[in-house]
């Protein structure tokens, strides 16, 4: 009996034995064809697994017959499921072919450069924000895109009014003016219209934005000097988009937003609506508001004909009203004398964007824009009113041809920008009207598997200022997988105006009008060069970008004083320029990720013998971000922000300081709360001194080089349908 169950039980082990396989593999990059170290490997349902050497191979052992899925993943890569049948009927190894997660950018097709390239194989360096982090920004600020873009590496923006909260953006040290923020390619906010600007900008209708620092002046014309801003707006898809954003803060802010978007079938529409709001906020009890008292309301409709495959068009507009009221706090509550101080600002923006896209062929298409923009602006303080009107027409037709390893974008654009003020005093009226026409032409080829290029010439003409010659070059250069470059320059130019972050401060009174007899086209050449380098280390992926920039700005228009108290605008006797570095590093590990930005900027002002640093630019900014998410659950973030010592105007130096926030976001579907400690460190400028001197009632503001409404807590939720 003990035999025949020892025999029994031999022939079950021999059984079980039999019925394991084992599976070799070996994992590789599916772009390179590299091999990956450090992959794992998964049965389910059974928990075997194995991780890869270092020549990429792996084996998993003891695999019961049948069929089996197998999950390959690795730190920066897609994970991969195949089946498989045990036993095997081929060989005893297979190759797995990973696919980085950078090649989803590689999908991404960036609008700033008109044509059909990717990302990744454009030879200019464009940052790219896409929807999900334009959504973690908007909790933080909801009604306007500031934060957005002073997080950035290489941007600063710059407050140029500490009762009314108006700022500019700064990129790579150079004033905002030479900054051109467009609307879905369109320069909607230029001139007079670029006031208050970044404070009447909503991103919830935004799908991403775009940032090419340095000269871009072949597509976009003047202004592009220190870089462009493209903020690309939502289409409308099948599936419907609906989606309600309600933010309220400790400052007594109120935020309401909504956006839906659709397609019909030939019909596509997409329509934002907001109304932004917040209490005059002084917490310092400083006596004057470091948020204003304000009210505004944005409206933008947009309708989508798709005619046929081959042609299509859109129609937008863009709407903003705002009443804003800042300065002496009991001025604001009504009940403050009438020698209080205040600034009221009352604007009103209306603009269009219309587009015809026709296909000839496959690999050819004309497009035909159009845009037109109002933009109305009443400031009052007292004893002065600034009232301003600005109307100006965009157009431009162009052609882009496809091939297999060129591209071009050729075309011709009109641009008119007309202003009028209204005589409230005996100061000489400041209007003009411009009109500059443009022909351009670019070329990107990939000239090797490892080399490309982007050329590109334009030629302005700007009525009473003459001619614009602007070429452009660029290369990219993929040394490996890992290692990659881009490095060019370019020519850029700005029409001279009134408009600029020191008329600003001052509301523009007493500042004497510009004309081409008395001034001169602004002209600058520049030059970028990057190092990329990312690689998979264990289970993290690393990233890191090196940036080198260099910018020359010759006869630069500046504001001077006058004996007579007027100020005017003069070419100066000297140049602007700056140079630096920026340093990106991002760290992905499991649910982290961590951002750490370093910003090296020189900007140096030479003005008849005299040389100085150009004010209110930080020569050292840190930005540190770290974030940790379970995908459609939660985001915990926490960042910090290093500003160092700034040279003011009066040839005073500031001190440096730290901005620390924090925010947590619970998801589920279809709705999210959130809350964000804003400076929660409570760094505020009028903890370093006073903000004004002289009196209450006349105050003389100084510059401001750090936040004023310290640490603010919002909380919100958010709604998808």
């Given at each position: 009996?003990?035999?025949?169950?020892?025999?029994?039980?031999?022939?079950?082990?021999?059984?079980?034995?039999?019925?394991?396989?084992?599976?070799?593999?070996?994992?590789?990059?599916?772009?390179?064809?590299?091999?990956?170290?450090?992959?794992?490997?998964?049965?389910?349902?059974?928990?075997?697994?194995?991780?890869?050497?270092?020549?990429?191979?792996?084996?998993?052992?003891?695999?019961?017959?049948?069929?089996?899925?197998?999950?390959?993943?690795?730190?920066?890569?897609?994970?991969?499921?195949?089946?498989?049948?045990?036993?095997?009927?081929?060989?005893?190894?297979?190759?797995?072919?990973?696919?980085?997660?950078?090649?989803?950018?590689?999908?991404?097709?960036?609008?700033?450069?008109?044509?059909?390239?990717?990302?990744?194989?454009?030879?200019?360096?464009?940052?790219?924000?896409?929807?999900?982090?334009?959504?973690?920004?908007?909790?933080?600020?909801?009604?306007?895109?500031?934060?957005?873009?002073?997080?950035?590496?290489?941007?600063?923006?710059?407050?140029?009014?500490?009762?009314?909260?108006?700022?500019?953006?700064?990129?790579?040290?150079?004033?905002?003016?030479?900054?051109?923020?467009?609307?879905?390619?369109?320069?909607?906010?230029?001139?007079?219209?670029?006031?208050?600007?970044?404070?009447?900008i909503p991103p919830l209708d935004l799908r991403q934005v775009e940032i090419i620092k340095g000269s871009t002046s072949t597509l976009y014309g003047g202004g592009a000097i220190a870089g462009m801003v493209n903020l690309i707006s939502k289409t409308p898809s099948e599936k419907r988009d609906l989606n309600f954003?309600?933010?309220?803060?400790?400052?007594?802010?109120?935020?309401?937003?909504?956006?839906?978007?659709?397609?019909?079938?030939?019909?596509?529409?997409?329509?934002?609506?907001?109304?932004?709001?917040?209490?005059?906020?002084?917490?310092?009890?400083?006596?004057?508001?470091?948020?204003?008292?304000?009210?505004?309301?944005?409206?933008?409709?947009?309708?989508?004909?798709?005619?046929?495959?081959?042609?299509?068009?859109?129609?937008?507009?863009?709407?903003?009203?705002?009443?804003?009221?800042?300065?002496?706090?009991?001025?604001?509550?009504?009940?403050?004398?009438?020698?209080?101080?205040?600034?009221?600002?009352?604007?009103?923006?209306?603009?269009?964007?219309?587009?015809?896209?026709?296909?000839?062929?496959?690999?050819?298409?004309?497009?035909?824009?159009?845009?037109?923009?109002?933009?109305?602006?009443?400031?009052?303080?007292?004893?002065?009113?600034?009232?301003?009107?600005?109307?100006?027409?965009?157009?431009?037709?162009?052609?882009?041809?496809?091939?297999?390893?060129?591209?071009?974008?050729?075309?011709?654009?009109?641009?008119?920008?007309?202003?009028?003020?209204?005589?409230?005093?005996?100061?000489?009226?400041?209007?003009?009207?411009?009109?500059?026409?443009?022909?351009?032409?670019?070329?990107?080829?990939?000239?090797?598997?490892?080399?490309?290029?982007?050329?590109?010439?334009?030629?302005?003409?700007?009525?009473?200022?003459?001619?614009?010659?602007?070429?452009?070059?660029?290369?990219?250069?993929?040394?490996?997988?890992?290692?990659?470059?881009?490095?060019?320059?370019?020519l850029g130019y700005k029409t001279p105006t009134v408009f600029t972050e020191e008329s600003e401060r001052i509301h523009y009174q007493n500042v004497l009008p510009v004309n081409s007899s008395d001034n001169k086209l602004e002209r600058s050449y520049g030059a970028n060069a990057d190092i990329n380098f990312k690689?998979?280390?264990?289970?993290?992926?690393?990233?890191?970008?090196?940036?080198?920039?260099?910018?020359?700005?010759?006869?630069?228009?500046?504001?001077?004083?006058?004996?007579?108290?007027?100020?005017?605008?003069?070419?100066?006797?000297?140049?602007?320029?700056?140079?630096?570095?920026?340093?990106?590093?991002?760290?992905?590990?499991?649910?982290?990720?961590?951002?750490?930005?370093?910003?090296?900027?020189?900007?140096?002002?030479?003005?008849?013998?005299?040389n100085y640093s150009n004010p209110l630019t930080s020569k050292h900014r840190l930005n540190n971000v770290l974030m940790y998410e379970i995908e459609d659950s939660w985001k915990i973030g926490l960042e910090a922000y290093y500003y160092s010592p700034q040279r003011l105007s009066d040839g005073s130096t500031s001190?440096?300081?730290?901005?620390?926030?924090?925010?947590?976001?619970?998801?589920?579907?279809?709705?999210?709360?959130?809350?964000?400690?804003?400076?929660?460190?409570?760094?505020?400028?009028?903890?370093?001194?006073?903000?004004?001197?002289?009196?209450?009632?006349?105050?003389?503001?100084?510059?401001?080089?750090?936040?004023?409404?310290?640490?603010?807590?919002?909380?919100?939720?958010?709604?998808?349908?």
């Amino acid at each position: 009996m003990k035999s025949h169950l020892f025999i029994f039980v031999a022939l079950i082990s021999c059984n079980v034995i039999y019925a394991q396989n084992t599976f070799r593999a070996a994992i590789k990059d599916a772009d390179s064809k590299e091999t990956l170290a450090g992959a794992t490997a998964v049965v389910e349902k059974t928990g075997n697994g194995a991780v890869s050497d270092a020549g990429g191979q792996l084996i998993i052992g003891n695999i019961p017959d049948g069929k089996h899925k197998i999950v390959f993943s690795y730190m920066g890569y897609e994970s991969q499921e195949k089946e498989f049948v045990f036993p095997p009927t081929g060989g005893n190894s297979v190759e797995i072919f990973l696919e980085s997660e950078e090649s989803e950018l590689e999908e991404v097709v960036v609008s700033s450069v008109r044509g059909t390239r990717t990302i990744t194989n454009i030879p200019s360096r464009i940052e790219f924000i896409n929807g999900e982090e334009l959504e973690e920004k908007s909790n933080m600020k909801p009604g306007d895109i500031r934060m957005l873009l002073n997080e950035s590496t290489g941007i600063q923006t710059q407050q140029t009014s500490p009762v009314s909260a108006n700022a500019s953006i700064r990129i790579q040290g150079l004033d905002g003016r030479y900054t051109q923020i467009l609307k879905d390619g369109f320069p909607l906010y230029s001139g007079a219209a670029s006031g208050l600007g970044l404070l009447q900008i909503p991103p919830l209708d935004l799908r991403q934005v775009e940032i090419i620092k340095g000269s871009t002046s072949t597509l976009y014309g003047g202004g592009a000097i220190a870089g462009m801003v493209n903020l690309i707006s939502k289409t409308p898809s099948e599936k419907r988009d609906l989606n309600f954003h309600i933010n309220g803060t400790s400052a007594l802010g109120l935020d309401l937003n909504g956006f839906y978007s659709q397609r019909f079938d030939k019909i596509g529409i997409t329509l934002f609506a907001s109304r932004n709001s917040n209490a005059a906020y002084d917490p310092a009890d400083a006596g004057f508001s470091a948020i204003p008292k304000f009210e505004r309301y944005n409206v933008n409709p947009r309708l989508f004909v798709y005619f046929s495959d081959k042609t299509t068009m859109d129609l937008g507009v863009n709407t903003s009203f705002e009443n804003r009221l800042g300065g002496n706090m009991l001025h604001i509550k009504g009940k403050g004398d009438d020698g209080a101080y205040f600034e009221d600002n009352q604007t009103q923006r209306a603009s269009t964007q219309f587009s015809v896209e026709h296909r000839l062929s496959a690999r050819a298409k004309l497009t035909f824009r159009n845009s037109y923009h109002y933009f109305h602006r009443i400031i009052t303080i007292p004893g002065y009113r600034f009232d301003g009107r600005q109307n100006g027409v965009f157009s431009e037709l162009n052609y882009i041809f496809t091939g297999e390893n060129t591209e071009w974008v050729t075309g011709a654009n009109l641009w008119t920008d007309n202003f009028k003020e209204q005589k409230h005093s005996s100061s000489v009226l400041r209007d003009y009207n411009q009109t500059v026409g443009g022909l351009f032409v670019q070329n990107n080829t990939k000239i090797t598997d490892r080399v490309s290029l982007e050329s590109g010439l334009r030629s302005d003409y700007a009525a009473g200022y003459g001619f614009a010659f602007l070429p452009r070059l660029v290369a990219l250069l993929n040394v490996s997988k890992k290692w990659s470059s881009r490095i060019g320059g370019g020519l850029g130019y700005k029409t001279p105006t009134v408009f600029t972050e020191e008329s600003e401060r001052i509301h523009y009174q007493n500042v004497l009008p510009v004309n081409s007899s008395d001034n001169k086209l602004e002209r600058s050449y520049g030059a970028n060069a990057d190092i990329n380098f990312k690689t998979s280390v264990g289970e993290a992926f690393l990233s890191i970008n090196q940036l080198f920039f260099y910018t020359y700005l010759n006869s630069p228009l500046m504001m001077k004083p006058f004996e007579d108290g007027s100020y005017r605008f003069q070419n100066i006797n000297g140049h602007v320029d700056t140079k630096g570095a920026e340093t990106n590093i991002k760290i992905r590990y499991d649910d982290f990720a961590l951002f750490v930005g370093y910003t090296f900027t020189d900007a140096k002002v030479k003005d008849n013998g005299a040389n100085y640093s150009n004010p209110l630019t930080s020569k050292h900014r840190l930005n540190n971000v770290l974030m940790y998410e379970i995908e459609d659950s939660w985001k915990i973030g926490l960042e910090a922000y290093y500003y160092s010592p700034q040279r003011l105007s009066d040839g005073s130096t500031s001190r440096d300081y730290w901005i620390c926030g924090a925010m947590i976001e619970k998801i589920w579907e279809p709705v999210s709360i959130y809350a964000n400690f804003e400076n929660f460190t409570d760094t505020r400028q009028t903890k370093f001194g006073s903000i004004y001197t002289g009196t209450e009632t006349s105050p003389v503001f100084g510059d401001i080089y750090a936040p004023l409404d310290g640490f603010v807590v919002n909380a919100g939720i958010k709604v998808r349908f």
